[in-house]
């Protein structure tokens, strides 16, 4: 079976910290993702990658930066927390060509206090 | 960005009714996707539409996309409590790499 792992499902961080979610897909996909998700807001995207080391940001880049050293990790860095930032946050891969669809991991609910 | 459109937000039944939820846009979708999200999980693909007026079935699930290809809807026959979760309709394609997910409709089916 295909599987996107997020390293934690519950984190409780406080205000300034550095925070670090781990994403880590084993399809060999080229494309990931991170969104987070409100209640109300749906899915919103932070950033992607299309390949190792090569990011693009989403609607929503402002906090966060993302690395992609090897091709099935992508990491999420909140570099100084805030509680605005307190959310669900979901990791997902992607099949390309036809028939795309994206794998998401299950979640990681991210507490800033 | 697209600005896809779901209702109802909310909705609660009892074991056995039918129901239909929405996904609208102001622009054409170049494909659709609906997932599910189980409590606690990430959401999952159930379907994707291509064609305008295309009708696809899985099992009690029947997803509908509109002939103009702005619209979709989800009905579900005889719902059981296994479906309760939340309804997400995304659309990607003509994008780019992003997808852009929908506000979703949270089910809830009482037993």
């Known amino acids: 079976d295909v599987k996107v792992t997020q390293s934690s499902r519950y984190l409780v961080k406080r205000t300034g910290e550095k925070v670090f979610l781990e994403c880590v897909q084993d399809m060999d996909h080229e494309n990931m993702f991170w969104y987070r998700q409100d209640p109300g807001l749906g899915l919103r995207l932070i950033y992607f990658?299309?390949?190792?080391?090569?990011?693009e940001k989403g609607d929503i880049p402002e906090g966060y930066s993302v690395s992609r050293e090897k091709k099935e990790r992508f990491s999420l860095i909140l570099e100084s927390a805030s509680t605005n930032q307190t959310s669900m946050y979901l990791c997902?891969?992607?099949?390309?060509?036809?028939?795309?669809?994206?794998?998401f991991g299950s979640g990681t609910q991210l507490s800033v206090l | 960005t697209q600005l896809l459109e779901q209702s109802p937000q909310f909705l609660s039944i009892q074991e056995g009714e039918n129901l239909t939820v929405y996904c609208n846009s102001s622009s054409v979708f170049s494909s659709l996707q609906w997932y599910r999200q189980e409590p606690g999980e990430g959401p999952v693909l159930l379907v994707t539409?291509?064609?305008?007026?295309e009708v696809k079935k899985l099992k009690r699930l029947t997803f509908q996309f509109g002939d103009a290809r702005k619209d979709s809807s989800l009905h579900i026959t005889a719902a059981q409590p296994g479906d309760t979760g939340l309804y997400l309709c995304a659309e990607g394609g003509n994008t780019g790499n992003q997808f852009y997910f929908g506000t979703g409709t949270s089910l809830t089916v009482i037993p």
């Open positions: 997902a891969s992607r099949t390309t060509g036809l028939g795309e669809k994206l794998f």
């Open positions: 990658s299309y390949d190792v080391k090569m990011k």
């Open positions: 539409v291509v064609t305008g007026g």
